[in-house]
């Protein structure tokens, strides 16, 4: 099993650009996570998913989209790319939240907006 | 609000000297609290869940406690190998599905 897989590993925006980070688990996990991690901070829920078609809000979604229409894949939308956007992005997934199972996580997007 | 604070935020250790990094929380009703392992560069890669107070669990030179307001990482004669950042992180009973997490001890073990 390759685990959570992220693309790109690193990006960089300029201003009011757009992109998707691709995201992708091969665990058959129903539940996936969107999270941002900024230097000296601790991880930072953005979206997540409990599974395919649906989504919801975590603690910082402002500027982001989601979709969910596969079990495998959660990609995570940045519209009007903003300097405040730059951050390490970690996707994440887990067997079920309810149970409150461990979460497995990506190797990570950097992204920097300039 | 679920709160994570992890302390101390580095330590630096001779290699075969033990230590302990603490995890303190406030949440309403807890559901779990992790222990993960990041290095330079990568995602965090799990290691421990502890669901209770009293509950202990051990992996190699490490072991993770668990109170009713704190968790431990005790740290047994560590090796260069186990420098990383250590990050804590706790599940709540309500909020959005997901995890709360620490700023993470930065633990480094010298030769």
């Known amino acids: 099993n390759a685990g959570v897989t992220q693309t790109p590993k690193f990006r960089i925006l300029k201003i009011g650009q757009s992109m998707t980070l691709q995201c992708t688990q091969d665990m058959n996990h129903n539940y996936m996570y969107w999270y941002r991690q900024d230097p000296g901070m601790g991880l930072k829920l953005i979206y997540y998913?409990?599974?395919?078609?649906?989504?919801d809000k975590g603690e910082v979604p402002n500027g982001y989209n989601v979709s969910r229409s596969t079990t495998e894949d959660f990609p995570l939308r940045l519209e009007l790319a903003a300097p405040s956007q730059t951050s390490v992005y970690f996707c994440?997934?887990?067997?079920?939240?309810?149970?409150?199972?461990?979460?497995?996580f990506g190797p990570g997007t950097r992204l920097t907006v300039t | 609000e679920d709160q994570v604070t992890q302390s101390p935020e580095a330590l630096r250790l001779q290699e075969g000297e033990s230590s302990s990094l603490n995890c303190s929380y406030t949440?309403?009703?807890?559901?779990?609290l992790f222990w993960y392992r990041q290095d330079p560069g990568k995602g965090p890669e799990f290691l421990f869940t502890l669901y209770s107070a009293g509950e202990e669990k051990e992996k190699e030179r490490l072991k993770a406690t668990l109170t009713k307001k704190e968790s431990f990482l005790h740290i047994t004669a560590p090796k260069p190998e186990d420098s990383a950042t250590y990050l804590c992180?706790?599940?709540?009973?309500?909020?959005?599905?997901?995890?709360?997490f620490g700023k993470g001890t930065h633990l480094i073990i010298q030769p």
């Open positions: 998913s409990v599974g395919a078609g649906i989504t």
């Open positions: 992180a706790v599940r709540g009973g309500g909020g959005a599905d997901g995890l709360t």
């Open positions: 994440a997934s887990s067997y079920s939240s309810y149970g409150v199972y461990e979460q497995y």
């Open positions: 949440v309403s009703g807890l559901r779990g």
